[in-house]
């Protein structure tokens, strides 16, 4: 499973309809879809999704943003694919991402930050594993 990630695309970029230019993007780094689904998650879904940062103070902000709207949630395949996602997003803060990242071309902000990317192999896993069974991945 080292070769995958996972990301969704957040509901203020889906909003603002940068879904298809993020997964040119993704696509264009060499990244292959192997899983997709545009969803919505509840707020439960939410919180539990996000569980890890439960003591941290944005939480309740961050829960109530993801449940806002509808999403697009993908697992992607490609050699150190976790590490390489998280360049090509960019940095959480948009004001510290570089140039060329997708936070730094449709970020809003540091909660509204338009693409998630997991932290670690073991996250991709789980994550992954949160919204797709074996026969939605390709
Ligand atoms: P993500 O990569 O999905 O992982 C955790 C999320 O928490 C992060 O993106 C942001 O959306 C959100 N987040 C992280 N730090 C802050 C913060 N200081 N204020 C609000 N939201 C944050």
Known sequence: MTNRTFTMIKPEAVA??????????ITSSGF?????????LSREEAGTFYEV?????????????????????????????VEDFR????????AQAEEGTIRKRFAESKAKNACHG?????????????????????
């Open 16 to 25: 603002a309809g940068h879904a298809g230019k993020i997964i040119d993007m």
């Open 32 to 40: 292959k879809v192997i899983a997709l689904k545009y969803t919505r």
């Open 53 to 81: 940062h439960k003591e941290r103070p944005f939480y309740g902000e961050l829960v109530e943003y993801m449940a806002s709207g509808p999403i697009y949630a993908a697992i992607l395949e490609k050699s150190n694919a």
């Open 87 to 94: 360049k090509l997003i960019g940095a959480t803060d948009p």
């Open 118 to 138: 997991s932290d670690s192999n073991e996250n991709a896993e789980i994550e992954g594993n949160f919204f797709f069974s074996g026969r939605e991945r390709f």
